[in-house]
């Protein structure tokens, strides 16, 4: 199990909350809304400059300065030979 943490960075969520709050507001005003947990990983991977990889695209590009990567096409074009 010790071996299968390593592979993991725990960041942690309170240089984040600016960005959530900011990004709540935005999204909410303008009819937006993503879900708490979901908007928290995102702002977490925005205020950390990381990559968000994630299958559900649309639902996370409403937010703004996130980079966005899908981890199941990634994976189907590596299938396929192209990466």
Request: charged fraction near 25%; avoid cysteine.
């Amino acid at each position: 199990m010790n071996k299968f943490v390593e592979y993991f960075k725990i960041i942690p969520i309170f240089n984040s909350l600016d960005i959530y709050a900011q990004e709540k507001a935005r999204l909410r005003k303008n009819g937006m809304i993503i879900d708490d947990f979901d908007l928290l990983i995102g702002a977490s991977a925005v205020a950390n400059n990381m990559v968000l990889v994630t299958a559900n695209e649309q639902h996370f590009s409403r937010m703004s300065n996130i980079t966005i990567e899908n981890g199941a096409k990634l994976e189907s074009l590596h299938n396929r030979g192209r990466v």
